[in-house]
């Protein structure tokens, strides 16, 4: 049989050189990063398939979001070999950025 009081929360002493949590204030709101890297394109997949895994999106609306994202990665991999193509680079960006722009207004509707 335990002699702790009900209410008391037993307390351990902190570890020394433990990092705490760190409170980011976003006030609920995500930033919508630019398209400039391959990891900001990488995570345009994901959270395509985090929406399609909870029905906000339509598998043709991801698979549509896939297949540019390949072209856009395929893209960069040909860019570091030929920076003549960075212009069709930045012109499959801006249209990655506009489905995902018009992928966001329609999931926030339905929410």
Do not use: C, N, W, Y
């Amino acid at each position: 049989m335990s002699t702790r009081i009900p209410d008391e929360h037993p307390k351990s002493p902190p570890r020394a050189g433990a990092p705490g949590l760190r409170v980011i204030r976003g006030e609920g709101q995500r930033r919508q990063e630019p398209l400039a890297s391959r990891d900001a394109v990488a995570r345009v997949l994901m959270e395509a398939g985090a929406d399609m895994l909870l029905r906000r999106i339509s598998p043709l609306r991801a698979q549509e979001i896939e297949r540019k994202v390949d072209r856009v990665l395929d893209l960069f991999d040909r860019v570091d070999a030929a920076p003549v193509l960075m212009p069709v680079l930045k012109r499959h960006l801006d249209e990655l950025e506009a489905l995902m722009r018009e992928t966001r207004e329609v999931r926030a509707v339905r929410r």
